[in-house]
C-alpha cells in the first residue's frame, strides 16, 4: 500500500510563502519538511491532473513564481 501524501494546506502555503520569497524549488520544499524528490512528484501529478489537490497545489506554486517575479523587478 502506499503511503499517505503529505500534501495538505498548510505544507502547500509553506511551500508557496517561501518560493514567492524567492527560495528555490529544493530550499522550498526541505524547509517546509518535505524532499525535493516528493515535491518533484507532487509537481508532476499537478502537471498531469485536471482537477484535484494535487491541480491546485501545481497552479499555487506557479502563482508563487509570479510572485517572487513581480517581488524581484519591484525591488
Not at 39 to 53: A, C, I, P, R
Not at 58 to 71: D, E, G, M, R, S
Request: some cysteine; proline content about 1%.
Amino acid at each position: 500500500m502506499a503511503r499517505p501524501s503529505k500534501l495538505n494546506y498548510e505544507i502547500q502555503q509553506k511551500i508557496g510563502e517561501n518560493i514567492a520569497l524567492g527560495l528555490s524549488y529544493s530550499l522550498a520544499a526541505e524547509a517546509s519538511g518535505v524532499t525535493y524528490q516528493s515535491f518533484n512528484q507532487l509537481m508532476s501529478k499537478g502537471n498531469t491532473d485536471q482537477y484535484g489537490e494535487y491541480f491546485q497545489f501545481y497552479n499555487h506554486i506557479k502563482k508563487c513564481n509570479v510572485n517572487a517575479l513581480k517581488h524581484f523587478w519591484n525591488a
